[in-house]
């Protein structure tokens, strides 16, 4: 299973704005910390404020913020910015949408794959995943040595 392009982006703008406190983070600064084009990081930021997940900081330095707290925000709803449901066949949302629905020995396999991923990026917060980054960021800085 693979997770295209906006979403992965997604998470790490929603983590680069919420490693950031309170005064906001300019587009531009996400873009160059991020490795994302500002072209592109504007659709991202687009969905994510339409999802309610970023909003914009007033005044004469803007950038964004997040809607909610870290805590509050799961990293199945990031993910639900950019894509309608979790990949995988249409018998998953309906009985109707396959003529072998009711004796195809796979349908059952495919719900509890939904369903253990579901859970899964509802398990994790936006502060799950700062967190790590930021223990990421420490082990980095202590395994560097600098000679002169």
Not at 31 to 52: C, F, M, R, T, W
């Given at each position: ?21 309170d005064i906001g983070i300019l587009q531009k600064n996400i873009s160059k910390n991020q ?14 404020k339409v999802a309610g997940l970023l909003k914009n900081v007033k005044g004469k330095k ?87």
């Amino acid at each position: 299973m693979r997770f295209n392009t906006k979403v992965r982006y997604g998470l790490r703008t929603m983590i680069e704005v919420a490693s950031i406190s309170d005064i906001g983070i300019l587009q531009k600064n996400i873009s160059k910390n991020q490795e994302i084009s500002e072209k592109y990081l504007d659709h991202i930021v687009s969905s994510l404020k339409v999802a309610g997940l970023l909003k914009n900081v007033k005044g004469k330095k803007s950038g964004y913020k997040l809607s909610k707290k870290a805590e509050e925000i799961k990293v199945y709803d990031i993910f639900l910015a950019f894509e309608s449901n979790l990949l995988g066949p249409d018998c998953i949302e309906s009985d109707n949408a396959c003529g072998r629905s009711e004796r195809c020995s796979t349908k059952i396999f495919w719900r509890n794959f939904h369903m253990v991923m579901s859970e899964h990026l509802k398990s994790i917060t936006l502060k799950d995943l700062v967190q790590h980054q930021l223990n990421i960021n420490v082990n980095n800085k202590e395994g560097k040595m600098f000679y002169i």
